[in-house]
């Protein structure tokens, strides 16, 4: 009240214990506090033409696909500049009841409540609202939505903003409409109306991903039978007279090829040419992605008035403001300001963050390693389980199930359970580490947080698929002379085909299972919690509960805001770009995914959540250049991929190279005999007593995955000259590709500007009207009274 606000109490309707204190600004604190915040007003309507679409001739066919113009009416564009309440005449205002938005009204309430000071005591000031609500004086407090979301308010002056809200872009009938971004912004602040603008802008673009990696899907299973390697797997006179190895110790059997027909099958599916030319694509899209949304994202920032958004005009954080007791000199103003740690403290801190995500990470890292113990434990189960028939039919007990198949499911639900387990862990230290730190700002402390959170979850979530992709079967020796992990295990081998099927497997389990549970987090939860509330705080009289009872009723907004819903859409994105060369149909996953992701998100903020205090944000922060880290890290994993995990590459050599003259027997390039070429044959003699099988059938000779020399040559079981044909053309497939590609991702940089032209004109002219309307006419005015004066001093005289 000693601010300046008005505050006007009243009894609840439901509790009687229960008291309300609504908050009002009166003009003058609106003026003051307009100012101290730099909210940009209009001055002038816009006067430069709109550019027409050069699509407005099929506006007739996209017309049902945005929002009713009938109900959200476009807004007038308006030339805008910081408000000055001495200046106040110069601003373009209509109506003095409207001049402020509710959203800007709320904010500067919200400034005000988070640093009105409550009790001093010596050196100590308490003060905010945050601190009220930790010591449980105040049990909530909350900007009023304008009406309910499913009734339309009654009252004229009321622009009835959340209902039309819900009807066009929260109710599940809406799914198929463009999102109404300015009501957005206006309803609940550019923060979080630049979340849906990004969210809806990468689900647009992953349109074009997604139809590319379903038509590369649709090749792959239409070719499955066609291809020559697989048919040789699963002819009976190739593939069922092969012998293969046993995989483990001792109590693992022979086996024959054929058993992994139908694995092999899949394995063409998502291991083929048009794999390669999607991952090239991939690469390039994510460029696209990244350069086409930093324009839209500008345009943005000038229709939303935050162009000029610097880090000077966000105040500090009240609980960095309430330990400030150390002095030093700005280095920028320099003039003496409080800070709340000396150097020697702010590095303390820093360096007990940094070492806190390090032992974090080697947690995570000590995790996977327990879980490829298991792998290995629990596949000696499986290959003496599944195959334990004779010679004459050595296939697994179920047609799909191989040994590898079943280890890797089984591996992939644990993985996925371990990764939540330790999110919901890490989580909270993270948070308690980042408040340690006590960052000057809010976007300060989101910056430092988000590098936390992402450094941990892209350890906890990539680490099982990039051991798949690059350390699994990589380093097995060979039968006569296995590595072993830790000295006991021996170490996993993969499928003839190769771990791109695996991999695949461990994307999908993932995925897969993310979304399901993050939309029971977002969607059943806050539901189930409303619904108990409602329960227990039932009126059966027919009582009128007021607007601010209704909204208390609701789910209270998280501290940290959107931060998980980036988090959980930059993992995906990470899904998308890193490993999409062994699974094609990812961005279709992601797509179908973030259409739901964006109602579900609509509909929860809209409906369940009590309304946000809106904020300012010019950009989605600390996640543009995690994202531009992700897409060049993708570049590298993609081509790895194809040259390590996939069989593509030997597949290449062997057509182009050891098919025929002087490698093969041949007179043309085919693809016959690669089975047999890329089979090393092992002397059964050669086992050690401790990988000698119990049961040997006879069996002199046996063959393995490896590119080696026969028993009896010279330079038995070394590597032959095809392994080292096959490692050069893998090397130069990576090295070739990598620049073919990082060169195109920097002209596409380069050729595509950050800021449209038509936007770089219109801040121009909107600078220059600032500077004619705002300061020219003013300093006329000094130089007329200057004049005036002097004339006055001559009358005299």
Same mark, same amino acid.
């Given at each position: 009240?000693?601010?300046?606000?008005?505050?006007?109490?009243?009894?609840?309707?439901?509790?009687?214990?229960?008291?309300?204190?609504?908050?009002?600004?009166?003009?003058?604190?609106?003026?003051?506090?307009?100012?101290? #915040?730099?909210?940009?007003?209009?001055?002038?309507?816009?006067?430069?033409?709109?550019?027409?679409?050069?699509?407005?001739?099929?506006?007739?066919?996209?017309?049902?696909?945005?929002?009713?113009?009938?109900?959200?009416?476009?807004?007038?564009?308006? %030339?805008?500049?910081?408000?000055?309440?001495?200046?106040?005449?110069?601003?373009?205002?209509?109506?003095?009841?409207?001049?402020?938005?509710?959203?800007?009204?709320?904010?500067?309430?919200?400034?005000?409540?988070?640093?009105?000071?409550?009790?001093?005591?010596?050196?100590?000031?308490? =003060?905010?609202?945050?601190?009220?609500?930790?010591?449980?004086?105040?049990?909530?407090?909350?900007?009023?939505?304008?009406?309910?979301?499913?009734?339309?308010?009654?009252?004229?002056?009321?622009?009835?903003? &959340?209902?039309?809200?819900?009807?066009? $872009?929260?109710?599940?009938?809406?799914? @198929?409409?463009?999102?109404?971004?300015?009501?957005?912004?206006?309803?609940?602040?550019?923060?979080?109306?630049?979340?849906?603008?990004?969210?809806?802008?990468?689900?647009?673009?992953?349109?074009?991903?997604?139809?590319?990696?379903?038509?590369?899907?649709?090749?792959?299973?239409?070719?499955?039978?066609?291809?020559? $390697?697989?048919?040789?797997?699963?002819?009976?006179?190739?593939?069922?007279?092969?012998?293969?190895?046993?995989?483990?110790?001792?109590?693992?059997?022979?086996?024959?090829?054929?058993?992994?027909?139908?694995?092999?099958?899949?394995?063409?599916?998502?291991?083929?040419?048009?794999?390669?030319?999607?991952?090239?694509?991939?690469?390039?899209?994510?460029?696209?992605?990244?350069?086409? $949304?930093?324009?839209?994202?500008?345009?943005?920032?000038?229709?939303?008035?935050?162009?000029?958004?610097?880090?000077?005009?966000?105040?500090?954080?009240?609980?960095?403001?309430?330990?400030?007791?150390?002095?030093?000199?700005?280095?920028?103003?320099?003039?003496?300001?409080?800070?709340?740690?000396?150097?020697?403290?702010?590095?303390?801190?820093?360096? #007990?963050?940094?070492?806190?995500?390090?032992?974090?990470?080697?947690?995570?890292?000590?995790?996977?390693?327990?879980?490829?113990?298991? !792998?290995?434990?629990?596949?000696?189960?499986?290959?003496?389980?599944?195959?334990?028939?004779?010679?004459?039919? #050595?296939?697994?007990?179920?047609?799909?199930?191989?040994?590898?198949?079943?280890?890797?499911?089984?591996?992939s639900l644990i993985s996925f359970v371990v990764i939540m387990i330790l999110n919901v862990l890490y989580e909270r230290v993270a948070i308690w580490i980042t408040d340690f730190e006590l960052p000057r700002t809010k976007t300060d402390y989101e910056n430092s947080l988000t590098?936390?959170?992402?450094?941990?979850?892209?350890?906890?979530?990539?680490?099982?698929?990039?051991?798949?992709? =690059?350390?699994?079967?990589?380093?097995?020796?060979?039968?006569? +002379?296995?590595?072993?992990?830790?000295?006991? @295990?021996?170490?996993?081998?993969?499928?003839?085909?190769?771990?791109?099927?695996?991999?695949?497997?461990?994307?999908?389990?993932?995925?897969?299972?993310?979304?399901?549970?993050?939309?029971?987090?977002?969607?059943?939860?806050?539901?189930?919690?409303?619904?108990? %509330?409602?329960?227990?705080?039932?009126?059966?009289?027919?009582?009128?509960?007021?607007?601010?009872?209704?909204?208390?009723?609701?789910?209270?907004?998280?501290?940290?805001?959107?931060?998980?819903?980036?988090?959980?859409?930059?993992?995906?994105?990470?899904?998308?770009?890193?490993?999409?060369?062994?699974?094609?149909?990812?961005?279709?996953?992601?797509?179908?995914?973030?259409?739901?992701?964006?109602?579900?998100?609509?509909?929860?903020?809209?409906?369940? =959540? &009590?309304?946000?205090?809106?904020?300012?944000?010019?950009?989605?922060?600390?996640?543009?250049?995690?994202?531009?880290?992700?897409?060049?890290?993708?570049?590298?994993?993609?081509?790895?991929?194809?040259?390590?995990?996939? +069989?593509?590459?030997?597949?290449?050599?062997?057509?182009?190279?050891?098919?025929?003259?002087?490698?093969?027997?041949?007179?043309?390039?085919?693809?016959?005999?690669?089975?047999?070429?890329?089979?090393?044959?092992?002397?059964?003699?050669? =086992?050690?007593?401790?990988?000698?099988?119990?049961?040997?059938?006879?069996?002199?000779?046996?063959? @393995?995955?490896?590119? !080696?020399?026969?028993?009896?040559?010279?330079?038995?079981?070394?590597?032959?000259?095809y392994y080292w044909h096959v490692i050069a053309a893998k090397m130069a497939f990576i090295i070739v590709v990598e620049h073919i590609v990082y060169l195109t991702k920097f002209i596409l940089s380069y050729v595509i500007p950050d800021v449209p032209y038509a936007v770089r004109?219109?801040?121009?002219?909107?600078? @220059?009207?600032?500077?004619?309307? #705002?300061?020219?006419?003013?300093?006329?005015?000094?130089?007329?009274?200057?004049?005036?004066?002097?004339?006055?001093?001559?009358?005299?005289?």
């Open positions: 009240m000693k601010m300046g606000l008005e505050l006007e109490a009243t009894q609840s309707v439901i509790d009687e214990k229960l008291l309300f204190v609504k908050v009002h600004m009166p003009w003058d604190v609106l003026c003051t506090y307009a100012e101290v #915040l730099h909210i940009k007003l209009p001055i002038q309507p816009n006067d430069l033409s709109c550019h027409p679409s050069p699509w407005r001739c099929l506006s007739f066919l996209t017309k049902p696909f945005y929002p009713s113009e009938e109900l959200i009416t476009k807004e007038a564009e308006f %030339f805008t500049a910081a408000f000055e309440k001495d200046r106040l005449d110069y601003f373009y205002m209509k109506d003095k009841d409207t001049f402020f938005t509710p959203s800007m009204r709320s904010r500067m309430a919200y400034y005000i409540l988070s640093r009105a000071p409550y009790e001093i005591r010596g050196n100590i000031k308490k =003060f905010g609202i945050t601190k009220l609500l930790g010591g449980g004086v105040y049990k909530a407090a909350y900007p009023l939505h304008d009406c309910r979301f499913n009734v339309k308010s009654k009252e004229d002056d009321c622009p009835n903003e &959340r209902y039309l809200l819900y009807q066009e $872009w929260a109710n599940p009938k809406s799914f @198929y409409k463009m999102q109404p971004l300015d009501l957005i912004r206006k309803y609940y602040g550019e923060k979080i109306g630049i979340y849906f603008a990004w969210l809806g802008f990468y689900t647009i673009m992953l349109t074009l991903a997604a139809a590319v990696g379903l038509g590369c899907f649709i090749y792959g299973y239409r070719t499955q039978d066609t291809s020559t $390697w697989s048919k040789e797997v699963c002819n009976p006179e190739i593939g069922g007279q092969i012998v293969m190895c046993p995989q483990c110790d001792r109590e693992c059997k022979f086996w024959r090829l054929n058993s992994t027909c139908e694995a092999s099958k899949k394995l063409c599916i998502f291991d083929n040419f048009g794999t390669l030319v999607f991952a090239v694509f991939m690469s390039i899209w994510v460029t696209l992605f990244l350069e086409f $949304w930093k324009r839209y994202q500008a345009e943005l920032e000038y229709e939303w008035d935050t162009v000029e958004f610097l880090e000077q005009e966000e105040p500090p954080r009240p609980e960095y403001e309430a330990k400030c007791i150390y002095e030093r000199k700005n280095p920028v103003t320099g003039v003496k300001e409080k800070v709340p740690y000396t150097a020697c403290g702010r590095c303390f801190r820093v360096s #007990l963050g940094i070492g806190t995500v390090v032992f974090w990470i080697f947690l995570i890292l000590a995790s996977i390693v327990a879980i490829i113990v298991y !792998r290995l434990a629990v596949f000696f189960a499986f290959s003496a389980k599944l195959r334990t028939q004779d010679l004459r039919e #050595l296939e697994p007990l179920k047609e799909y199930v191989t040994p590898q198949m079943a280890t890797s499911v089984t591996a590098l936390k959170m992402f450094l941990f979850q892209f350890v906890n979530y990539y680490s099982s698929c990039f051991y798949i992709a =690059f350390v699994k079967g990589k380093a097995v020796g060979y039968p006569g +002379d296995p590595v072993y992990l830790l000295g006991k @295990y021996r170490n996993e081998e993969c499928d003839p085909g190769g771990c791109l099927i695996e991999l695949t497997t461990q994307l999908s389990i993932i995925m897969g299972g993310k979304a399901i549970w993050n939309n029971i987090q977002e969607v059943l939860l806050p539901w189930v919690k409303n619904l108990i %509330f409602r329960y227990f705080t039932r009126v059966t009289s027919q009582k009128v509960i007021p607007r601010w009872e209704q909204d208390y009723e609701l789910q209270p907004v998280s501290q940290l805001g959107l931060f998980y819903e980036y988090l959980e859409m930059v993992i995906q994105f990470g899904f998308v770009t890193l490993f999409v060369a062994s699974f094609p149909l990812a961005p279709v996953l992601a797509l179908v995914n973030n259409l739901f992701e964006i109602r579900v998100d609509a509909w929860k903020i809209t409906t369940q =959540f &009590r309304r946000v205090v809106p904020e300012k944000a010019q950009h989605i922060g600390a996640w543009q250049p995690i994202l531009g880290g992700i897409a060049i890290l993708a570049v590298a994993t993609n081509a790895m991929i194809i040259a390590f995990t996939s +069989d593509m590459i030997p597949r290449l050599v062997y057509y182009w190279s050891f098919s025929v003259y002087p490698y093969g027997n041949y007179s043309n390039h085919t693809m016959e005999g690669y089975i047999n070429s890329s089979l090393s044959i092992f002397s059964t003699s050669h =086992f050690s007593n401790e990988s000698m099988p119990i049961a040997t059938y006879n069996i002199t000779t046996c063959r @393995y995955r490896d590119f !080696r020399y026969p028993p009896g040559h010279p330079r038995q079981y070394e590597y032959n000259v004109e219109q801040i121009k002219r909107e600078k @220059y009207l600032t500077q004619v309307i #705002l300061h020219e006419t003013n300093l006329k005015e000094m130089h007329l009274q200057s004049f005036i004066l002097v004339v006055k001093t001559d009358l005299p005289r």
